[in-house]
């Protein structure tokens, strides 16, 4: 088999689909994931966004360790942002390290203390402030993780079939 995703005979398919925002987030958002993003994976943590958790939030990014540790960083792109927000507490249940990320440009002392603390753009990050460790119990250690292999490996079907329809259960 050949490297390629799509194999050169499949006709008018493209050769490499590419997953698209789904347009929720601003522009400045996307530039403050993709700088998350290339923190983790330097970190040697596989990362997915916009993971929806089993009490219907939806983690902006989760990181998942090779040791297991889960963690989930919120972005906020501005001050508006974070002041319309009263959901990110709820996130705490469901990793073991929580994170705001936050663009250069906004004011990051607003931001909780007792909370972890990354700036970024589309080029990188660097934690400004270490998130305190509350470990997951097991069996929600579990379904999380399970939720986000799947999460993955549908993403992983997407690129090979960009015309998977899903029911988007997870």
């Not at 522009?27 to 990362?47: C, D, E, K």
């Not at 990014?61 to 090779?66: C, G, M, N, S």
């Not at 073991?96 to 990050?125: H, K, N, W």
């Not at 079907?157 to 988007?168: F, I, K, M, S």
């Amino acid at each position: 088999m050949s490297d390629s995703i799509v194999s050169p005979s499949a006709g008018d398919l493209p050769a490499r689909p590419v997953l698209r925002p789904d347009g929720r987030q601003s522009p400045t958002a996307l530039h403050v994931q993709r700088g998350v993003r290339r923190l983790f994976a330097q970190l040697g943590q596989a990362t997915l966004p916009e993971l929806t958790l089993a009490n219907g939030r939806r983690a902006d990014v989760i990181a998942l360790a090779p040791n297991g540790l889960l963690t989930i960083i919120e972005i906020k792109s501005c001050v508006a942002d974070f002041r319309a927000d009263r959901k990110w507490p709820d996130y705490r249940d469901f990793c073991d390290r929580f994170y705001f990320a936050a663009p250069d440009t906004m004011p990051v002392e607003i931001l909780p203390e007792d909370c972890g603390l990354i700036v970024a753009d589309s080029f990188g990050a660097a934690i400004l402030r270490d998130a305190s460790h509350h470990p997951l119990a097991g069996a929600r250690r579990k379904a999380v993780t399970l939720r986000f292999a799947q999460s993955a490996a549908f993403a992983l079907h997407q690129l090979a079939d960009p015309d998977l329809v899903h029911d988007g259960g997870l």
